[in-house]
């Protein structure tokens, strides 16, 4: 019995999953008695979850109804900063700690990844799947903890980047260069090409919302 309670996954993660994949997006309404039932607990652990989620700015209130949060243009900025600052210092460590085999895994990922070039919503997934690699390659339990943190408010941007037209062939290309930079050991090149990455995508994203981009 203690297995299966142990099985339960908690209706905060439930809830921060369900926005993560996209199943809410930026904007929409989340109702307590709905969440409720899509997840098969009751009513107080949902209510308690919504509430942590506010507090922490993942919700915000608009009258009585609380709705998924949506970032502002200097909100997106300071994201940006914050998780090039800290998926830099991962590139940096994973320089110095990364196994052989990570890094094989790495650029794995780099060369499978290309299939999804013309699916942008596979390729933010994949690219996803890519940082948190690159992530556990550093070998700090507590930065891959405040990482976990930004990307998931990251899920709070409702369109990737990776949708504008050539931006998914040129951030395979980026992911190539971070990999070749851990491998030979440099750390200050692999903190810079991620970081160099993110620029990219922060002026890619900052395009498409202007509408001077085209998307895929």
Request: charged share 30%; hydrophobic share 40%.
């Amino acid at each position: 019995m203690s297995k299966h309670k142990s099985d339960v996954k908690d209706p905060y993660e439930l809830i921060i999953d369900a926005i993560d994949s996209g199943a809410y997006q930026p904007g929409d309404r989340l109702v307590e008695a709905e969440l409720a039932d899509r997840f098969g607990v009751s009513r107080t652990p949902i209510r308690e979850a919504l509430q942590r989620l506010e507090t922490q700015s993942f919700l915000h209130r608009d009258g009585r109804s609380l709705m998924v949060a949506t970032l502002d243009h200097n909100q997106v900025g300071e994201l940006y900063t914050v998780r090039a600052e800290l998926e830099g210092l991962a590139a940096y460590l994973a320089a110095r700690h990364a196994a052989p085999e990570e890094i094989r895994v790495l650029y794995d990922m780099v060369e499978s990844d290309r299939e999804f070039v013309d699916d942008p919503q596979k390729l933010s997934r994949a690219n996803r799947r890519f940082h948190n690699q690159l992530h556990l390659a550093s070998h700090n339990n507590f930065l891959i903890g405040q990482l976990q943190q930004v990307h998931r408010t990251m899920a709070l941007l409702a369109d990737t980047s990776l949708a504008a037209d050539g931006r998914g062939e040129q951030a395979l290309n980026e992911h190539l260069e971070i990999v070749r930079a851990v491998e030979a050991k440099d750390g200050e090149a692999a903190r810079q090409a991620l970081k160099q990455h993110l620029s990219f995508a922060f002026e890619t994203r900052l395009k498409l919302d202007a509408g001077e981009w085209q998307t895929v």
